[in-house]
């Protein structure tokens, strides 16, 4: 029996700082990773349940012409609003768009910069799509359904489409974050009188600022882990799409190394530089050995040789981020997880819309090359 | 007024304890499950019902520890009345909060989780509901080991006059 009080007293405070210090810290600091996201994995959760089943995906396939197409589409109310308001491509962009932005609303705050930063997406293809639409003198008919109305600059828009020329846009853009992106490669575009300058750097300028706040961001490892392989994954395949690309056309690596995105995950620069020495394509592939892109590419590589089209290994790499993506909700369900499973779906699901659509304009296209066109 | 004995007072630190622990676990599994079933209920309206199910399953462990507290309150004499508690009678009270306390605590905090998830689960696929419930319970049980053993503690040693 204890009989000192002093004793007793030090037991119970001993027993009350452990409990403290043992038990409600921790969890605590466990909570505060975790309740953040409980909000917004229900509603992405809620999301992912009305993504298309492999049945109404079949049931889309299987529709006769475009006109039909968007029927069986205004079904679903997600898809809609829009698909009487803009021409389809636009329809689901815009309801793509749209479902980043919702993430960008409902992401816990101490994440939330990752997917602003990956909301400028919208900003970029908008961009692209003036200076085009702009190069090639279309319309601002034409041009307004090119343009999704989302993004930072949704409301200047309209003023944008009204400009005549590359340079207009330019200079209309100088006052953005944009503008000394857009500034630095005229001089290439006035050399050429390609956009591809234009567009690689706004590419470059994107994969680089959700890097930046990557390496900016306080959260736990598993999370940090997941968005470190997602976006590292498609800068990963966005340089192995150059360096496949280059190598079919014959170029060497000073030609395409403005456009290579340096920090990637699995493919360091030196290691690409050393992909462009490979003999050919099926050289590169065989360098790929060891990365998780070798025997992805290795197993398109007969149907690459079949067809001669490099778009088999960017489905192949596009199918490689899905897969990879679709274990992340598994792999941390109470974290980041849910979110970038749901935004790597939706993204395969308006793709696989948006190619159904394109061949629903020929007549009688064959359904077995349609379904391996799909992601 | 009553006279405060060492035994009474770790009596109403187990007491204390027991609700305290056992209540904070309700109140941030209950937290993070009601976010979850607002985020569903905004996309799903339909959601409303089960969602207040999945909410008021982590409450149980707040029961526990309010009922031991109340336990541990009556029969120490901290309400006067009665004989004042012994030392060995007020360690066995501290103790039986301690279990109720720190056995609730975990089991709320899990239990929220899993309601949590499981809410996620059932607004994507509304046939999850039994199973999302069935693992929502599982760690129920050790609230209920806690709450049992705080029982035969009281029972033992602070009822039968400890």
Request: proline content about 5%.
């Amino acid at each position: 029996m204890i009989d000192s009080p002093t004793m007793l007293k030090a037991l119970i405070s001993i027993i009350a700082a452990a409990g403290a210090i043992i038990i409600v810290v921790p969890t605590i600091r466990f909570l505060r990773d975790v309740v953040p996201f409980a909000y917004p994995t229900a509603r992405v959760r809620a999301r992912m349940g009305r993504l298309f089943t492999d049945r109404q995906l079949t049931e889309v396939m299987e529709t006769e012409n475009l006109r039909e197409f968007k029927n069986y589409l205004r079904g679903f109310p997600d898809y809609a609003k829009y698909i009487d308001e803009y021409p389809i491509e636009k329809a689901l962009e815009s309801q793509l768009a749209e479902i980043y932005q919702l993430i960008t609303e409902i992401a816990p705050k101490r994440i939330k910069k990752v997917f602003e930063a990956q909301f400028k997406k919208w900003d970029i293809k908008n961009i692209k799509s003036l200076l085009t639409a702009k190069d090639t003198g279309l319309s601002p008919e034409e041009t307004t359904n090119l343009l999704i109305p989302f993004g930072e600059l949704k409301d200047k828009l309209k003023k944008l489409t009204d400009l005549k020329t590359v340079q207009d846009i330019i200079t209309a853009l100088e006052d953005t974050e944009y503008g000394p992106i857009l500034e630095a490669a005229l001089s290439d575009y006035e050399k050429t009188r390609m956009l591809l300058p234009f567009e690689a750097a706004l590419d470059k300028y994107y994969m680089e600022t959700i890097l930046e706040v990557l390496e900016e961001l306080s959260i736990p490892k598993e999370d940090a882990e997941i968005l470190r392989t997602y976006f590292g994954a498609q800068i990963d395949a966005t340089n192995l799409k150059i360096i496949l690309r280059a190598k079919a056309d014959n170029l060497k690596y000073e030609d395409i190394s403005p456009y290579i995105i340096p920090e990637s995950y699995q493919l360091p620069e030196w290691k690409l530089e050393y992909l462009m020495e490979a003999e050919d394509i099926k050289g590169i592939i065989n360098e790929l050995e060891g990365t998780d892109y070798g025997p992805i590419l290795a197993e398109a590589l007969p149907e690459y040789e079949e067809t001669g089209s490099l778009a088999t290994f960017e489905r192949a790499l596009e199918k490689y981020i899905n897969e990879t993506a679709r274990t992340f909700a598994l792999k941390r369900p109470l974290g980041v997880g849910p979110i970038i499973t749901f935004l790597s779906r939706k993204e395969a699901e308006i793709k696989n819309l948006k190619v159904i659509a394109r061949t629903k304009r020929e007549p009688s296209f064959p359904e077995p090359i349609l379904k391996e066109m799909l992601i | 007024m009553v006279e405060i004995t060492l035994g009474t007072a770790m009596a109403a630190v187990g007491a204390g304890i027991a609700i305290a622990f056992a209540g904070f676990g309700s109140a941030m599994a209950q937290g993070n499950v009601a976010a979850a079933s607002v985020g569903a209920v905004a996309e799903k309206p339909e959601m409303f019902a089960r969602g207040i199910i999945f909410t008021a399953l982590p409450e149980t462990q707040a029961i526990y520890g309010f009922l031991i507290g109340i336990l541990v309150i009556v029969f120490s004499g901290i309400l006067g009345g009665g004989k004042a508690l012994g030392t060995t009678g007020g360690i066995i009270a501290l103790s039986a909060g301690l279990a109720i306390g720190v056995a609730g605590f975990g089991s709320a905090i899990a239990q929220g989780n899993v309601a949590a998830g499981s809410v996620g689960a059932v607004t994507e696929n509304p046939e999850m509901f039994a199973r999302g419930i069935i693992f929502t319970a599982l760690p129920e049980t050790q609230a209920i080991y806690g709450f049992l053993i705080a029982i035969l503690l009281l029972v033992g040693g602070v009822m039968g006059g400890g």
